[in-house]
């Protein structure tokens, strides 16, 4: 569904990737761990072309991404992105920040696209909040709203960045709960989190990132029991 092949990205004179192969299979949920500044953020930007890859390229759902020739926010409507902060649109109704991008980027009128948005709106838990302003909504909220953004464009894959690092500690179930949901509904998902006992229970795959480079891909129970990777271990050990 979701593959890259040979990323490379540097900033400057930082090489952050150095030549990542990634592939994600439909309905497959991988979670991407590693230490700050090992690369986590930048390969799920490139993934979605938030970032330009300085070489290597991704294919979604069979296809290659020309990013010359393609339109970028088509591809950024295929795979969604959640970050860490919301981004939700402050003067916007939760309503209305569920059903812009499809009015806007995907043309859906507006009556049918709220429809929609309600419906899933629904889904996460939140249709009493509907007609509520972002600032009234606790972090979990807000998180919760900003996946049911994503999913208003029927994304064929959605890749989450540390989507419950921003929350107080007590609001994080409930956004892993929604993601859980989605996973188990057969959602493509690539997850950057340090919440290992969602990577250890919904993670059909972990990999481990290290300065820009895949040190790991192995299924759970392996990775979190059999790693013989020294700085895997060393990374479980700092997280648990
Ligand atoms: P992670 O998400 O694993 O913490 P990042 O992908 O955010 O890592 O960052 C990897 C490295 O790239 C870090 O050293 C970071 O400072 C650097 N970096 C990330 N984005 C930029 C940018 N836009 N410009 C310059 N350096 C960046
Ligand atoms: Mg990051």
Redesign the pocket.
């Known amino acids: 569904m979701l593959t890259g092949k040979n990323i490379h990205k540097s900033?400057?004179d930082?090489e952050?990737l150095k030549g990542i192969d990634i592939d994600v299979e439909a309905g497959e949920v991988v979670v991407l761990i590693?230490?700050?500044?090992?690369?986590?953020?930048?390969?799920l930007?490139c993934m979605n072309f938030l970032?330009m890859l300085d070489e290597g390229e991704i294919t979604v759902d069979g296809r290659k991404v020309n990013h010359k020739k393609d339109d970028l926010s088509k591809v950024r409507a295929e795979v969604g992105m959640v970050f860490q902060h919301f981004n939700l649109f402050p003067h916007k109704t939760v309503l209305e920040n569920v059903a812009e991008a499809p009015i806007i980027v995907k043309k859906i009128n507006k009556k049918q696209a709220e429809k929609e948005a309600y419906a899933i709106l629904e889904k996460v838990g939140l249709s009493d909040k509907a007609d509520v302003y972002p600032g009234k909504l606790s972090g979990g909220q807000k998180q919760r709203v900003a996946i049911a953004r994503a999913l208003a464009m029927e994304p064929k894959a959605l890749l989450f960045?540390e989507p419950t690092s921003a929350l107080d500690p007590e609001l994080v179930g409930e956004v892993l709960q929604v993601m859980q949901d989605l996973a188990n509904e057969g959602m493509t998902m690539v997850v950057?989190t340090h919440e290992m006992k969602f990577a250890k229970e919904v993670a059909d795959r972990i990999i481990m990132?290290d300065e820009g480079r895949i040190i790991e891909d192995a299924k759970p129970e392996i990775f979190f029991n059999h790693s013989e990777n020294e700085r895997t271990r060393q990374f479980l050990e700092m997280v648990d």
Request: aromatic share 6%; glycine share 16%.
């Open positions: 900033f400057d930082l952050v590693g230490v700050s500044g090992s690369g986590k953020s930048t390969l930007r970032e960045d950057v990132l």
